[in-house]
């Protein structure tokens, strides 16, 4: 009989900014105790309630461009002016022990993820889209953290950003949030098996 050790996978979902990402993965995190979702490392300021190493690895533009310049990164982008990035090691290492691991990361990243994985079985790509843009500005409004000028240029980036969504391998509506919540789980465990 042959012996053999469970793959992981590494599942990356991206949605453009206000699209109610971090909410969905939050959900998804209490449902599916299995999944290990990375840590990014960013030169953004913590915002109130963030915590170092959980929330964010959060480092300075120099220790950024260190971790960078020694290969340390598996993707890194230039996101609304701050860099973000995923650290290679604990992920690899993550994936190689047999764990299901998500990225929550832009779709420049993801990209970049897609390259470095390609003819390889153990990445999934998800792109979570707003019911539309019009719904989209409505959302960022109501949050209240932005100007009326950022908001307008979130949406002009999130147009570009939909048209990213053919490349990645499944695309989710979040309009009913239950729902969405209930799709990514079973992308998850048809592609785990
Ligand atoms: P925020 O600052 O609002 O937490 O995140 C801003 C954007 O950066 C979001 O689209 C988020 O998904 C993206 N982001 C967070 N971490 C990473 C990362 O490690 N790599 C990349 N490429 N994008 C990230």
Redo the contacts with the bound molecule.
């Keep these: 009989m042959r012996n053999y050790r469970e793959q992981g996978k590494l599942f990356v979902i991206?949605?453009?900014?206000g699209t109610g990402?971090?909410s969905l993965v939050k959900a998804l995190l209490n449902i599916q105790k299995d999944i290990f979702l990375?840590v990014?490392?960013?030169t953004?300021q913590a915002r109130t309630g963030e915590i170092h190493g959980l929330d964010?690895e959060f480092v300075t533009e120099e220790e950024f461009e260190s971790i960078k310049s020694s290969g340390g990164f598996l993707?890194?982008?230039k996101?609304?002016g701050?860099y973000?990035?995923?650290k290679s090691s604990s992920i690899l290492e993550s994936v190689n022990s047999g764990k299901k691991v998500i990225?929550?990361?832009?779709y420049?990243?993801?990209m970049?993820v897609k390259k470095r994985f390609k003819n390889q079985n153990i990445l999934k790509l998800i792109f979570i889209k707003p019911p539309s843009l019009k719904e989209l500005g409505n959302r960022l409004k109501h949050r209240g953290q932005d100007s009326n000028e950022v908001i307008q240029d979130r949406l002009a980036l999130a147009a570009e950003e939909m048209k990213q969504a053919r490349k990645f391998d499944y695309v989710i509506i979040n309009d009913r949030f239950n729902v969405a919540v209930k799709k990514i789980c079973s992308i998850i465990n048809d592609e785990s098996v």
Excluded: H, M
Aim: hydrophobic content about 25%.
């Design positions: 991206s949605a453009p900014s990402k971090t990375s990014s490392t960013t953004r964010y993707e890194w982008a996101v609304y701050n973000y990035g995923t990225l929550e990361i832009d420049q990243g993801a970049q």
